[in-house]
């Protein structure tokens, strides 16, 4: 096998197989490295996204969906449901085929994907600059070279780690998930994905029903870490369930850490580059981070591109991911980050009267498109006690 690449890419979730099949489809020599034998696997994700947040990435095989998603039920802390209607508003995924097929699609166009690989050190210094990633397959270290190194190893990113980037995340930054495959779920409308709040149910976060098809679902809860003090994340899931779906199945358990906060900076550092929930690029109203790591992904490739067919090459074009992603996302993640912080930390009186709110002006109704960010702020401009807290949030979140 070939030791020497023009990328080597660290992880085979969305983020790194989305760069690898952007980068090898240009032409690029591309190492892709996934430590689990298969891609996808083992699922720690409700596998829900916009549909916008996958087709403005790549164009959409039938295959990949479970299930088509056309609106949203809320469940308040009292029980009250609302409901908003959204055709063609998401996909549920099956991430395993997803990945899989992507990752087969970067190897049709020559990258050598590589599983059962697990990357365990940078070779080079930060002086001198990082030249490859050893690696371990079957038992055996190996070494491989590449100009450029993608960090597209999850949450807890280690070749961001050994780059030396600070990846800590404090209990206010992240929600901790649990979630269950499960199948006999009763659903009264199976093209709605079903969100519920309040303090009982899921302190600071939210727990979700996204459905499958034939009576399956993704039934999991986020909790805000700093709330974990008396019950784990899984006995909320399991008190959820006992009370609102006593007889549906679990098939899988899994579970996960879920980055709520600012863009890991730098995103780039000399020729290391991080996608994905590596660069903490999750949405972090939602946790959602399936579209941010495929666009960040094609995003990133498009810069080794322009670098390595660069003669004069200087690391400065690489860093140009980090400004273009900023142009694409930052106003965005700022509005929700401000709503995050607030959210965790109101009662659930006060999602009482956010989900009169939502019922008041979307309740029963159709949206072609719903500009989330348009509707948070209208949120908090229509609260002023919400608008007063945000002023105490907004320089933490504004700096940089
Ligand atoms: C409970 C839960 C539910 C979620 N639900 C949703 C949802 O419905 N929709 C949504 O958009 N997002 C959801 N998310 C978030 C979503 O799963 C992540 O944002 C997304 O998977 C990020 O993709 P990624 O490619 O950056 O990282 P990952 O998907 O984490 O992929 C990283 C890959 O790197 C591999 N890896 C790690 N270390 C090494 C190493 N040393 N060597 C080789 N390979 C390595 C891992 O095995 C993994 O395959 C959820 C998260 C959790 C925890």
Redesign the pocket.
């Given at each position: 096998m070939d030791k020497y690449y023009d990328i080597v890419v660290?992880?085979?979730?969305?983020?790194?197989i989305s760069c690898a099949y952007f980068a090898a489809r240009a032409g690029l020599k591309v190492l892709l490295?996934?430590?689990?034998p298969r891609f996808g696997e083992p699922v720690?994700?409700?596998?829900?996204?916009s549909c916008s947040g996958l087709e403005s990435v790549i164009p959409v095989k039938k295959s990949w969906i479970n299930s088509n998603i056309e609106g949203a039920i809320l469940v308040s802390p009292a029980g009250r449901q609302i409901i908003v209607h959204h055709p063609k508003a998401g996909y549920i995924l099956d991430r395993p085929l997803f990945e899989s097929d992507l990752a087969e699609m970067a190897e049709y166009y020559g990258a050598v994907v590589l599983t059962d690989?697990?990357?365990e050190s940078l070779i080079g210094s930060p002086d001198d600059g990082y030249k490859g990633i050893s690696?371990v397959i079957n038992k055996q270290s190996i070494e491989f070279f590449g100009e450029i190194i993608i960090g597209?190893?999850?949450?807890e990113s280690?070749v961001a780690q050994w780059a030396g980037w600070d990846t800590t995340l404090s209990l206010d930054d992240c929600d901790a998930?649990?979630?269950y495959l499960m199948d006999n779920v009763q659903l009264e409308y199976p093209e709605y994905a079903k969100f519920y709040v309040g303090y009982e149910i899921a302190p600071g976060g939210y727990a979700w029903v996204?459905p499958k098809g034939e009576g399956k679902a993704n039934v999991?809860v986020?909790v805000a870490a700093r709330y974990l003090r008396e019950k784990s994340v899984q006995q909320y899931l399991d008190d959820f369930l006992a009370n609102n779906m006593p007889r549906a199945r679990i098939l899988k358990k899994?579970?996960?850490?879920?980055p709520l906060t600012r863009r890991i900076n730098p995103l780039v550092k000399k020729n290391i580059m991080l996608?994905?929930?590596?660069g903490h690029l999750?949405d972090p109203i939602s946790?959602?981070?399936?579209?941010n790591?495929l666009l960040s992904g094609k995003l990133a490739a498009q810069k080794c591109i322009k670098y390595l067919r660069n003669e004069h090459r200087g690391y400065a074009a690489l860093a140009e991911y980090e400004n273009e992603w900023d142009k694409l996302k930052k106003r965005q993640h700022q509005i929700y980050l401000t709503a995050q912080k607030l959210y965790v930390t109101i009662s659930d009186q006060d999602l009482e009267v956010l989900i009169e709110f939502i019922n008041e002006n979307m309740g029963d109704r159709t949206f072609k498109g719903i500009d989330v960010a348009k509707v948070l702020k209208s949120i908090i401009f229509h609260h002023p006690r919400l608008l007063v807290k945000a002023v105490e949030f907004l320089p933490q979140i504004f700096r940089r």
């Open positions: 660290v992880g085979g979730g969305p983020g790194g490295m996934e430590k689990h720690c994700c409700a596998e829900g996204l690989a697990r990357a690696c597209a190893d999850g949450v280690q998930g649990a979630q996204f999991g986020g899994m579970g996960g850490v879920i996608v994905g929930d590596a999750t946790g959602a981070g399936i579209a790591a």
